[in-house]
Structures are given as structure tokens and as C-alpha cells.
């Protein structure tokens, strides 16, 4: 772990590589977690496909990956789901909420927000999943779009342990301050924001930042190839993943963002810098926990 300054730490791969142990023959899928991915809507269901048909979650080692979506979705959805298992929620009525508390009651992890598009209700489910659930809470996309409407002081009510993965624009929204003005400072606004709320922090870029307002983790691994649409769903696939069956802590989150920055430069090398895509690095994730366990 290369030090930077106080209490900031840049991430290598001899730094996670123990999080990846040779399992035991005796192991069962109960061992690993289960992770949900809660999101889609008809006009933006790719998001979720990359984020559940390309199986980010399993992909990155957790034992049962669930999609929970509405009913209109799972005709575009269905068809393509293999590993994965499906919860159908209502429309929005009386039983809604009971309906969304049994599908994550059991979660180990939960990544939401993405292709919800504008959702009005939205932000009464995001409140809801904030103060009720008791998981990982991965808060994404859409999901951020929503949470920078709201009054961010819910934040402070939550039961869950909640990591924020913004880019630039997205934090932006959320710490109301310009994108130049972020670019100056982002790595105090990043903790600064991470202290205030109680949360993690994970500031997407070349150089990602990801911070609980004591500790900052920086990571360098990335490609050019991977500014293309749907990479950032990929990552919070990865997330969920590792967060079902790992601790809930900097290290871990670093672990997310190295491997999807070491299979986005595989991917590119297979694909050029102009012609990969985000399914591109989801194929890449098993090569990318090769290389950190080597």
C-alpha cells in the first residue's frame, strides 16, 4: 500500500490479493452471499441486463444473484436470465412495499438505481430501502439522480452500510458544487462529503477516489476503451458481488474497482481503445482475478 499523505493510501494488487483464497472443496453456494440488483424500466433496461444478464455479480464470487424489477421489465429482461433468479415487484398499490421488504429481506447486498430513468415514486423507495434495509447498500445512477432531490440528511437515519459510486456529474448533484470547482478538490470534497454523511464514497475517474471520510483509497487501473456506456453498471455489478461475501470496507471496494480496471484493460486489448464495450469487461472479469491473485 503506497501512502500518499495522511490516511491516503494508493491501491495495488498485492493489497487485495489475499481477498481472493482458494475455496474450499467442501463449499456451497449458501457460503457466498446473495446479492440483488433492483432497477430497469422499459426505456432503460440495458443498464440492468449489464448488470445481471452479463453476470457482474457472479461473476465476481457470490453464491445467488437476484433481479428484482417490475413487471413491464421482465418481458425484455426474462428470456436472458440463466444463473440468476427473478423477483417480480407489483405495481405501485397497497402491497408494494410489503412485496419490496420479502425480496430483500435476506440480501447480504443490494445495488440499486440502475435504468430506473424517472421514476416519480422513486423517491419514496430509495427512502424506504435507505431507513429498512439492513444490508450493503450500493447506490447508483439513477439512484443518485434521485438521492440529490431529496434531503441528503437521510442519509444519517440509514440501517444499512451505503457506498455512493458518482462520476463527476453525479457528485456534482449531490455536493452542489460545479463540476470545475470538483476537479480542484476532489479529494478533500470527496471525504468531506463522506464524513458529513456517514458513508463510502467512490468518486469514478482515471484516478478513482473511494473514501469513509477517514481513510482514502486511490486507484489508478483503467483504460480509455472503458468510456463507453453501461461501464459504470458493470462496476456496480462487481460491487454487489464482492459485497455479499466480503466485509463492507475500504479494501473491499478497492478490490471492485481493480477488477473491473484490470478487465477493462484486457478488454481494450482485445478490442482497441475505440471499439470496446462494457460487455467487453464483464468477459474480462475472471481473467482480472487471475492477475490479482497472481
Known amino acids: 500500500m503506497k501512502r500518499i499523505d495522511n490516511n491516503t493510501y494508493e491501491i495495488e494488487n498485492n493489497d487485495v490479493k489475499d481477498l481472493f483464497k482458494k475455496r474450499d472443496i467442501n463449499a456451497n453456494k449458501g457460503d457466498f452471499g446473495k446479492a440483488g440488483i433492483y432497477g430497469g424500466s422499459v426505456e432503460y433496461s440495458g443498464a440492468l441486463k449489464l448488470a445481471t444478464l452479463s453476470l457482474t455479480a457472479l461473476r465476481s464470487g457470490c453464491g445467488i444473484s437476484r433481479v428484482i424489477t417490475k413487471k413491464e421489465v421482465i418481458p425484455l429482461l426474462g428470456p436472458n436470465i440463466l444463473e440468476q433468479t427473478i423477483f417480480v415487484l407489483p405495481n405501485y398499490d397497497d402491497d408494494f412495499y410489503n412485496k419490496l421488504k420479502l425480496a430483500i429481506c435476506d440480501l447480504d447486498s443490494l445495488a440499486v438505481g440502475m435504468g430506473i430513468g424517472s421514476d416519480s415514486r422513486f423517491e419514496m423507495i430509495l427512502e424506504f430501502l435507505i431507513t ?131 478487465a477493462g484493460c484486457l478488454a481494450e486489448a482485445n478490442n482497441t481503445d475505440i471499439s470496446m464495450i462494457a460487455s467487453d469487461t464483464i468477459n474480462n472479469i475472471s481473467n482480472a482475478i487471475k492477475v490479482i491473485r497472481e
Open 132 to 262: 429498512n434495509y439492513t444490508g450493503n447498500l450500493i447506490i447508483d445512477a439513477d439512484g443518485l439522480n434521485t438521492l440529490s432531490k431529496i434531503n441528503l440528511n437521510i442519509l444519517k437515519n440509514k440501517r444499512c452500510n451505503i457506498v455512493l459510486t458518482p462520476h463527476l456529474k453525479e457528485f456534482s448533484r449531490l455536493c452542489n458544487k460545479n463540476i470545475e470547482e470538483i476537479k480542484k478538490d476532489s479529494l478533500n470534497l470527496v471525504k468531506e462529503f463522506a464524513s458529513t454523511y456517514k458513508v463510502m464514497v467512490l468518486l469514478k475517474g482515471h484516478t478513482t477516489i473511494i473514501s469513509n471520510g477517514t481513510e482514502t483509497y486511490l486507484v489508478t487501473t483503467g483504460s480509455p476503451g472503458m468510456a463507453t456506456a453501461g461501464s459504470g453498471d458493470v462496476l456496480s455489478g462487481i460491487l454487489v458481488g464482492l459485497l455479499a461475501y466480503l466485509d463492507f470496507n475500504l479494501l473491499t471496494i478497492a478490490l471492485g474497482v481493480l477488477i473491473n480496471g484490470i
